[in-house]
């Protein structure tokens, strides 16, 4: 065997052990994102101002159990959830709704009501099987806008009766979702609202994503790993100085 095979060999055998290792690590990391956890990022105001748009974070997927949705893609092969656990009234999750326009779509919104709940928001006040959840004006508004225009929007602090708080912003309490029916969430279903309360399509968008089965929860968002300004891209390394909001990263959610 001549020199010059030796080194053939040597280099096909190179290259298919990098392939292999290559193939090793994308298994793996799907196996991760599908079964573990998944990243995602926050492209809208819906529920500032716990999450700002240019948040990245990570959702933990066995929080609640298993379901084609947890799987890339959303493929069918199977029904109902594996391991089902339900959520904690005011978790943060992400789930699926099926757009028309765009297919099956993440959203991420805090978990109001569970199966069988009442759920009514009344002059900006939401109520939970008729009774009112304390909100509580914080002195301190939120400042909407980097740079340019700018505006306040008042921030109130809600707290449910798992002990749970959280903030959220409601600039106008009589608003066009801050009045509503009764609804009452079927068997099998969540009903979802975003933090921030005008500007949030959610459950009391029956037309648009109104109650979610539970069938469809990706999973309950955990921590903040990432997070850069408004309008900026995260992968401009050459900017994070300026641009990354340090003092976001590691943060727990509640």
């Known amino acids: 065997m001549s020199a010059t095979t030796d080194k053939k060999q040597t280099a096909e055998g190179g290259f298919l052990e ?56 959303s493929p069918p092969i199977f029904k109902g959830r594996i391991l089902e656990s339900l959520p904690k009234r005011g978790d ?4 699926k709704v099926n757009v028309p326009q765009d297919g099956w779509t993440d959203y991420i919104k805090r978990v109001i009501g569970l199966p069988g709940d009442r759920i009514q928001m009344i002059d900006g006040v939401l109520y939970i099987n008729e009774k009112p959840v304390p909100k509580v004006r914080l002195p301190n508004d939120y400042i909407e806008g980097e740079g340019g225009a700018t505006r306040r929007i008042p921030r109130y602090q809600e707290t ?57 929860l990706v999973g309950r968002a955990e921590m903040l790993f990432f997070s850069v300004d408004r ?22 959610l509640e």
Not at 92 to 95: H, P, W, Y
Not at 174 to 202: A, I, K
């Open 18 to 73: 990098i392939v292999k290792i290559c193939a090793q690590a994308l298994l793996i990391a799907i196996v991760i994102r599908s079964l573990v956890f998944q990243p995602f990022n926050i492209p809208s105001g819906s529920m500032e101002d716990t999450l700002l748009v240019g948040d990245y974070l990570f959702v933990n997927k066995f929080s609640y159990g298993y379901s084609h949705h947890s799987l890339p893609f």
């Open 92 to 95: 943060i999750a992400v789930f």
């Open 160 to 216: 449910l009766d798992n002990g749970r708080s959280y903030e959220v912003l409601d600039m106008d309490p009589n608003g066009f979702l801050d009045n509503t029916p009764v609804y009452e969430v079927p068997p099998g279903h969540l009903f979802m609202m975003g933090d921030n309360r005008d500007n949030s399509t959610d459950s009391r968008v029956q037309s648009a994503v109104g109650y979610v089965p539970v069938e469809n």
């Open 231 to 252: 309008g900026e891209a995260a992968w401009a390394f050459w900017k994070w100085p300026w641009t990354v909001r340090w003092s976001r990263i590691g943060t727990i």
